[in-house]
């Protein structure tokens, strides 16, 4: 149980740094007097930080092994987190976040490609629901504890935080993880090239279409995290921390989602579970927009129907990254690490064209959505017809 503790710990400092900082956006816009979409920049570049850094944390993985990776990786976490706290300017902050994201990258990736390493296909669905149901819950206060914090101090205590966490995290990781890439494995098949396995994923159909789904579903998260600030703070004129209390009911969603993954991907299936949560995420992020057009946007409007895209994302998730770290058994960092940037790259894209059109269209990030939700559930649908 300590082992998987610290795979939880560790793949808890990437989303918990994204989502602690996201109630204080709207505050940014008037410390640093800059726009809308600037500010929304601090939460773009840190997800291109982590898209980015996946490419490389697999591939190396797998050639050197995932502890030495692991280990830098949060050394980094720690140091960028103090230089958050320290920025004097917008332009500061958005190059330490950059920083913050290649460290926090390390735990999101490798703690997926480790599980691969120990557990066969439908295991890892299972293996992967139940750790993400565990970490979930530390992001799921984040945003509150950050919009305390950005009330009580400033948005830099929450930086302070986070380098704490890292720190304990970073202790326990030397203390108790052990190596599950040993030598001998390093040595097979394209794993000696760090570019090889890369190539020989993207001519896979199947890598390509889980990866895409993936991606697509990242998209109306992270669409809903650059827009729901907006939204609460605004236009519905709540503040940053009764965005953070709200935030909780729609990561209880993604909590019960991937309890369902641990529990019924081996008997369900994989393909099925994630055909169920892309339907979930579909009628949610619809009847969301619906509201929105229909001129009854409130907070239950909001994160209610959020709260069944979560749901969904909890089947779809686990499930797809199983799916596409098992496409090829010998790359399985570098599916982790490609599989894992597309998702970022997806989700940087929506957020930052949600940021920077919410200020003329509030209700874009509604549209990005339900868009991005239907082509997740297509994507999926036409690869599996294809195999068949």
């Known amino acids: 149980m300590t082992f998987y503790a610290v795979l939880v710990a560790m793949s808890t ?26 500010v929304q920049l601090t939460l773009t570049v840190y ?7 996946q490419l490389f944390y697999g591939p190396l993985s797998d050639r050197f092994g995932r502890r030495p990776a692991i280990l830098i990786g949060l050394s980094l976490y720690v140091v960028a987190s103090q230089l958050c706290a320290l920025a004097t300017s917008i332009e500061t902050l958005m190059a330490a976040r950059f920083l913050q994201a290649l460290g926090g990258a390390a735990g999101m990736v490798l703690s997926r490609a480790i599980v691969r390493d120990l557990h066969g296909r439908e295991a890892a669905a299972s293996v992967l629901g139940y750790i993400t149901m565990v970490w979930v819950m530390v992001p799921m206060f984040a945003p509150a504890l950050g919009g305390l914090l950005d009330e009580i101090a400033t948005w830099r205590a929450s930086f302070h935080v986070l380098s704490i966490f890292g720190m304990a995290v970073l202790a326990l990781t030397v203390w108790k993880l052990p190596e599950t890439n040993p030598p001998s494995a390093r040595d097979a098949g394209v794993g000696r090239n760090l570019t090889a396995g890369a190539v020989a994923l993207v001519r896979e159909s199947r890598f390509v279409g889980y990866t895409m789904t993936l991606g697509l579903c990242s ?39 991937n309890f369902l993954s641990g529990r019924y991907s081996q008997t369900i299936g994989i393909d099925r579970m994630i055909t169920i949560g892309n339907g979930l995420a579909v009628v949610g992020a619809v009847t969301m927009l619906g ?90 649908q036409t690869m599996r017809q294809r195999d068949h």
């Open 13 to 38: 400092t990437g989303p918990l740094a994204m989502n602690i900082f996201v109630p204080s956006i709207p505050g940014l816009m008037r410390e640093f007097e800059a726009t809308s979409g600037t």
């Open 47 to 53: 997800l291109a930080g982590i898209a980015i850094s």
């Open 219 to 257: 998209a109306v998260f992270f669409s809903f995290l650059a827009g729901a600030p907006f939204i609460m703070v605004e236009v519905l004129g709540r503040t940053p921390l009764d965005y953070g209390l709200w935030f909780m009911l729609i990561s209880i969603g993604y909590i019960t989602g």
């Open 291 to 380: 509201a929105g057009l229909a001129g009854i946007l409130s907070p239950v409007t909001l994160f209610g129907p959020m709260l069944l895209v979560t749901l969904g994302n909890g089947l779809t998730i686990p499930n797809g990254t199983a799916a596409a770290v098992s496409v090829l058994p010998k790359t399985i960092g570098a599916a982790a690490g490609l599989s894992g940037f597309t998702q970022m790259a997806i989700g940087a894209a929506a957020s930052q064209v949600t940021g920077s059109l919410q200020g003329t269209t509030p209700l874009v990030a509604l549209w990005i959505m339900a868009a991005a939700a239907v082509l997740a559930s297509l994507t999926h």
